[in-house]
């Protein structure tokens, strides 16, 4: 990770990947990796008692698979999506998992005026924050928090998947003043916990790609919920195929390799 967009990924070991976490945030999203992947649930929590967060572990190949997901809220029942919940479960997985890699994988909205389509897979460039607005000078850029994604130029070219820039809110719709700031972060999707890993990722200095599959256009006339709702099942099956040919493509590679 190169913080606020400048630098380059600093020096990487020259082992193969051996370890990855994968941080997803739906049930709907993780469950099609885990099987995938044979992935089975620790009885026993790596996390502090009481917190709904969800770990499987498994080996594929050469490669020591842990996928986390923040699990159900404890008291409505749905998936605990949104930042707080994806930072507070990346900080804790990197404390007790010590991962070579992190994936963030999940379903995204897009932008038809910048090219994306539903079912589109992206392989993301840069992630920034867009309703986190504090109009004081260099709290504004704070704010943003504009980052670069660990470089993957040989992982792009050989599973030819998009590029795009990724702007991550609270919010599933987009007010004018989010769309504003989703512009001028030059995105083509948006999601709710993109840059939230990131920032975490970038606090303990762990190299993470991102993975976005879009479920609906945010720039159309239809409902972003509806559509959502619509296109998840389809979109989720388009995710677990590309994150099965990232784990592919990294097994054996080295950081600098990728």
Not at 156 to 168: E, F, H, Q, R, Y
Not at 175 to 194: H, L, R, S, Y
Request: aromatic share 6%; net charge negative; hydrophobic share 45%.
């Amino acid at each position: 990770m190169a913080p606020h967009g400048e630098g380059s990924d600093a020096q990487i070991e020259e082992h193969p990947v051996s370890s990855i976490l994968i941080v997803i945030a739906m049930q709907t999203e993780a469950l099609p990796v885990v099987n995938k992947f044979q992935l089975v649930e620790n009885p026993h929590t790596l996390f502090p008692e009481g917190v709904p967060w969800v770990h499987y572990h498994g080996t594929y190949k050469d490669i020591v698979i842990n996928l986390v997901w923040p699990g159900k809220d404890l008291t409505l029942g749905v998936d605990s999506i949104g930042t707080v919940s994806a930072s507070l479960v990346t900080y804790a997985s990197i404390q007790a998992l010590q991962p070579d890699l992190i994936i963030n994988a999940g379903t995204a909205g897009g932008f038809k005026a910048r090219g994306a389509g539903i079912g589109d897979v992206y392989l993301v460039s840069h992630v920034a924050f867009h309703d986190r607005r504090i109009p004081i000078p260099v709290f504004d850029i704070y704010g943003v928090g504009l980052r670069q994604t660990f470089s993957t130029p040989n992982l792009l070219k050989a599973l030819n998947l998009k590029a795009g820039k990724l702007s991550t809110g609270d919010s599933l719709d987009m007010t004018p003043q989010d769309e504003a700031t989703i512009t001028a972060n030059d995105a083509t999707v948006k999601d709710m916990e993109g840059a939230a890993v990131a920032y975490v990722a970038d606090l303990f200095k762990v190299p993470a790609i991102f993975v976005k599959a879009v479920t609906d256009i945010v720039d159309s006339e239809k409902p972003t919920a509806e559509e959502f709702l619509q296109n998840l099942a389809a979109v989720t099956a388009a995710l677990d195929e590309a994150v099965t040919q990232i784990v592919d493509f990294i097994s054996g590679k080295c950081l600098s390799e990728l």
